[in-house]
């Protein structure tokens, strides 16, 4: 191990390049955000640490039922006061405000992100904040052509809207959340992941420096029974929630029968399935993007690799090669491509699942890597020769683990990829079009990436089938997430008479 | 001398099969007025589960099939549903006590749905989906597609034709396949009605028919790990909450209770569809 990192560090190694972390301005201590203004919690108040130095950031305010209820009554009031008064224009143009000051303050979300999330300086900078920025600028153009969101005309806003978001994209599952429920027309309380409440908390200064209307937008932080509270308060009408399939489960039966709207991005266990036939550096590097962008941490990651029998050897070979290049470290430094694991909590998970991986006599490679002394990591691994039956293969592990299994004919490679409870992502590798087309024609999942992988656009509907949840974001069906329709689509004539 | 009539053993219909309930019991089915008009299967929980097997086995062929041809198949039902049109009007008239007019209004109005909804199938996916644009050199386009397995509970109270339709072909004509749970107290028309579907071009298991008690039955579908979708259109006087509880822990759809029989609407057929999206790369020429 330290041999290989010692004779690539001849012509591998960087200097340290840290992003500087002066360009924040970070309080000591944050308060819940209701009402336009930062308030007390009642709660027990709780530190936000970096994964990488276990360092203290700051306290957070935890909110408790009673702080849950002042935010939701804040936003009903926000929504029959002001937001639901408002023109579609003007909804508009204060998202369009928020793109801009998110733009504007690009760089200091993405320091932050990357203090409190761990995740490399390089994804939270060219990934996630310019993401931010573009969710909030396509629905801002949305706000004023409802009439055109293929509902029919004057859909109408749901009214208050819960959302409860994880912590493995917390800016940008932050926008996903609040751009299209506000250009809808909806008001909304938001809580951040437990671990990772940063960037929200910034991100609500910026409301302020929009100008947005109090309560339209009220940011509570705290852990699962905050968002607890907050999911089943009586005077909610939508629930939106990204998280794991286990919770959701939980809210889609806390909900049931209470009339209130529900959007839920789950868990994944997606297959990307790399063909004889495919563009192999390509793949190669779609393999690395699929499981290690984030860590891992991306509920759409394609954990199982489902590699053609005849190139197993070699993709498998480029694979470790490819992975030994790749620099863990410093989430700060520019040139960090594997960051910290968000908390120690995920941290065991993985090594619990990667140990039971092991107990069922998988073969386990992992990255030679030097591992930091303080803070979570968890260096790049391969299991080889997984059978689908394998808890590595069934399981979300939600770290950098990536289990490889063969296949021979693409109808061999479908039944394999559909053989899951989940349906959020695919991958699909080969330059034959009318192979990739079939193939995607009978994936059981949301969202196919072909000669790629984890693209994201606020224009293209993401969201995925059976456990994976159900409703999508991004695009003209996210906006639908939040509207009604007005009784729109009804035949006029014929049937219905 | 009168004629003495040949009456009709009503069964279940599975898998384009018409077996008794595998438990072997009947109920009574009466007349408004309270008279004996048949002995209905009372399908069990092995029926529930042998429609789910029969519903997912024709899925793969049907959500195979063109837009085009499943709208044709459809529109075939309409057909020979206009050719039995006076003995559906009848069992509505003797099981529902509807006057001539309004049961042949049913009748009519059940055709004209499944004429309404045949036309749908090869459309859909252009109103349902579109293309995106996104900013990178990506083709990335957004299509419906059925979400698989749907059980449904159709509406009770009255419209034992027209309920059932209404639940029915928003589902099929998508690529779903269906186990739906008839009017419990009028199931006439629901079985003779499967008669119409076995006589046309819907492949078996593609509809599923089941008579007997929804309180019964549904939370075994509801429960079924195979069933993908849960319509709970007639359920309103059941513990329909308990149901989508139940319905939670495999995550699936569920449709809320309706009063009456559901107008047809394109709603109904998106919400029994999940959109995928396909990303595929274009090269830098």
């Known amino acids: ?497 | 001398m009168t004629r003495l009539a040949v009456p009709k053993t009503y069964k279940l219909y599975i898998g384009g099969k018409f077996p008794r309930s595998e438990s072997g019991r009947t109920y009574e089915v009466l007349s408004k007025k309270g008279a004996f008009l048949a002995n209905a299967a009372l399908a069990s929980r092995k029926d529930a589960r042998d429609a789910v097997v029969a519903a997912r086995s024709a899925l793969g062929g049907w959500s195979g099939a063109t837009g085009y041809n499943r709208g044709q198949v459809l529109y075939r039902i309409a057909e020979l549903l206009e050719g039995r049109r006076d003995q559906f009007v009848d069992e509505l008239m003797s099981s529902e006590g509807l006057s001539k007019a309004a049961a042949t209004k049913q009748v009519d109005t059940s055709i004209d749905a499944w004429v309404w909804y045949a036309g749908w199938a090869d459309k859909y996916v252009q109103v349902a989906g579109n293309g995106n644009a996104v900013s990178g050199p990506y083709f990335n386009l957004s299509t419906p597609e059925p979400t698989g397995v749907v059980a449904a509970i159709a509406p009770q109270e009255g419209n034992s034709l027209l309920g059932l339709v209404a639940v029915v072909a928003p589902a099929v004509l998508t690529g779903n396949t269906v186990v739906v749970v008839a009017s419990e107290a009028a199931p006439l028309a629901a079985i003779s009605l499967s008669e119409v579907l076995a006589t046309s071009d819907v492949p078996g298991g593609v509809i599923n028919i089941l008579t007997g008690s929804p309180q019964e039955i549904a939370p075994w579908l509801a429960g079924h790990a195979d069933v993908n979708a849960l319509d709970l259109a007639g359920a309103e006087a059941i513990d329909w909450v308990d149901l989508q509880v139940m319905a939670a822990d495999t995550l699936k759809r569920v449709l809320p209770p309706v009063t009456g029989a559901p107008a047809p609407s394109l709603e109904r057929i998106v919400a029994l569809t999940e959109t995928k999206t396909v990303w595929h790369t274009k090269s830098l020429i």
């Open chain 1, 1 to 497: 191990m330290t041999e290989v990192s010692t004779s690539s560090a001849r012509f591998l190694d960087y200097a340290p390049a840290p992003e500087s972390t002066s360009i924040l301005h970070l309080k000591k201590s944050y308060g819940l955000f209701i009402d336009g203004a930062f308030v007390k919690g009642h709660g027990t108040p709780f530190q936000t640490i970096s994964p990488a130095t276990e360092n203290t950031i700051a306290e957070i305010a935890n909110a408790n039922a009673k702080d849950v209820d002042t935010a939701v009554v804040a936003a009903r009031r926000a929504y029959d006061k002001t937001w639901s008064k408002l023109s579609g224009a003007d909804r508009g143009k204060y998202l369009f405000r928020i793109a801009r000051l998110v733009q504007e303050r690009a760089r200091e979300l993405a320091v932050a992100e990357t203090l409190d999330n761990g995740k490399p300086i390089k994804e939270s900078r060219d990934v996630d904040v310019p993401l931010v920025a573009a969710w909030f600028f396509y629905y801002a153009g949305w706000a004023d052509k409802l009439d055109y969101a293929g509902l029919g005309p004057r859909p109408h806003a749901l009214g208050v809207a819960a959302q409860v978001i994880p912590w493995n994209f917390p800016l940008l599952m932050l926008a996903w959340k609040i751009a299209p429920a506000l250009a809808a027309g909806n008001t909304v309380v938001i809580k951040p992941a437990e671990t990772t409440p940063l960037s929200a908390l910034i991100f609500a200064e910026i409301l302020q420096q929009a100008e947005l209307p109090g309560g339209v937008v009220n940011i509570i932080t705290g852990a699962g029974d905050t968002g607890q509270a907050l999911v089943n308060h009586p005077d909610v009408n939508k629930v939106a929630f990204t998280g794991s399939t286990g919770v959701g489960r939980a809210i889609a039966k806390s909900v049931a029968g209470t009339g209130k709207r529900v959007t839920l991005e789950l868990g994944g266990k997606a297959a990307n399935i790399v063909f004889d036939d495919a563009p192999i550096d390509q793949a190669i590097e779609g393999i690395v993007n699929g499981i290690f962008f984030n860590q891992g941490h991306v509920c759409c990651a394609g954990s199982r690799l489902l590699v053609q029998e005849s190139i197993h050897e070699d993709v498998v070979d480029r694979l470790k090669s490819r992975l030994s290049t790749l620099r863990l470290g410093d989430p700060l430094d520019k040139n960090t491509d594997i960051g910290a694991i968000n908390s120690r909590e995920q941290l065991d998970r993985i090594r619990e699942l990667s140990d039971i991986g092991e107990k069922e006599g998988v073969e386990r490679w992992t990255a030679p890597c030097v591992i930091p002394d303080k803070g979570f990591w968890f260096a790049p691994t391969i299991f080889d020769k997984v059978s689908p039956s394998s808890t590595i293969a069934r399981e979300e592990i939600f770290g950098p683990v990536l289990s490889v299994l063969t296949f021979r004919t693409p109808a061999e490679a479908i039944a394999k990829a559909n053989n899951t409870p989940y349906g959020l992502s695919a991958g699909i590798w080969s330059d034959k079009g009318s192979k990739i087309l079939a193939v995607a024609d009978q994936l059981r999942a949301g969202v196919i990436w072909a000669n790629t992988f984890n693209r994201f656009d606020p224009a293209s509907p993401f969201g995925g089938y059976k456990e994976s949840g159900y409703g999508r974001e991004g695009g003209r069906h996210g906006l639908a997430a939040y509207l009604e329709s007005a009784g729109w689509n009804a035949p006029v004539s014929g049937a219905n008479k």
